[in-house]
């Protein structure tokens, strides 16, 4: 396995780890590395709705969870409920907004294990500005592409967590450094010790086998690139949202240049009202039309 893949539900899996890893500590692996020793599909937000193709239940639910955060007593029961439905078939999660509303997912899943991916404070560092710098591209580069569309509504909610639960912004080294240090503290004060594992992805299948109680597996333990397969994957949609762009720029001024056309003839040989309408409204119905259907379909 090069790359985590989009994963269905598989009926009656039972949700057994809560990832609360921040990213860019080992998240893919974990989550291939668990699919493996739990016999179930993990549920890693950042993948499940980039590889969902045309679904785009997981980005707007995900937007929507943490959007709301913190809940009130109103808004809690239909917000658990979400998450229960998101997350039923799945025996693990991973990724932001699920790792930072750990504690929303414990009340759920009470005997679940909280498992807590970490490296180097200060590589994780530099590696998050890389994150920033690669996933906050212009907000309407994405526009046309399902899924992705919806990505600024998603940074701002899950950074609407992070505010609400840390009182800052990840936009700079210092705040990274300080997500970082207040993110491990309220995991000691809020998860119970026994239900509590931190483990490194460098240490293999070991730590990771001895938390959960079950026996080494007898074939290497997944490493995943998780940065070159984020910024590779984000590189080609950016290629494609530039091209869908550039569509639309072309068939709109065909459409326009087709109307006008259209006026032109329709002065030299003057027609009735009703025709010029229904001559300008086909020139450019045709053409939206013709958009539509060439931005439905990837390029």
Not at 170 to 198: C, F
Not at 247 to 261: E, H, I, P
Request: with cysteine; charged share 20%; aromatic share 10%.
């Amino acid at each position: 396995m090069t790359t985590l893949q989009f994963q269905h539900p598989k009926p009656g899996a039972k949700l057994k780890v809560i990832g609360a890893g921040l990213p860019r500590t080992g998240t893919n692996s974990l989550c291939a590395a668990l699919q493996i020793l739990l016999d179930g599909p993990c549920y890693h937000s950042g993948v499940q709705y980039t590889y969902a193709a045309y679904d785009e239940k997981h980005i707007k639910t995900l937007t929507r969870v943490a959007a709301q955060y913190p809940y009130t007593s109103d808004s809690r029961p239909h917000i658990e409920q979400e998450l229960k439905d998101l997350l039923d078939g799945f025996v693990a999660t991973a990724d932001p907004p699920l790792s930072l509303i750990y504690d929303v997912l414990l009340r759920l899943y009470p005997d679940a294990i909280v498992v807590v991916t970490t490296r180097d404070r200060d590589s994780w560092t530099r590696a998050m500005m890389e994150v920033l710098r690669i996933a906050l591209p212009p907000r309407l580069l994405f526009w046309w592409i399902p899924n992705l569309r919806w990505l600024p509504q998603f940074s701002d909610a899950c950074g609407n967590v992070l505010f609400q639960k840390y009182g800052l912004l990840l936009r700079d080294v210092e705040t990274a450094i300080a997500t970082w240090e207040r993110h491990m503290a309220e995991l000691e004060r809020v998860v119970p010790k026994g239900q509590l594992v931190y483990v490194d992805v460098k240490d293999g299948w070991e730590p990771l086998c001895k938390a959960l109680d079950r026996p080494i597996p007898d074939i290497p333990f997944p490493r995943l690139n998780d940065a070159k397969d984020f910024e590779d994957h984000f590189k080609k949609l950016a290629v494609r949202g530039l091209a869908r762009w550039a569509l639309f720029g072309v068939t709109l001024s065909a459409a326009t240049l087709g109307a006008l056309l259209i006026g032109v003839k329709m002065l030299e040989t003057p027609p009735t009202f009703m025709e010029r309408k229904s001559g300008l409204l086909s020139a450019v119905g045709g053409g939206l039309l013709a958009l539509g259907a060439l931005l439905t379909r990837y390029i």
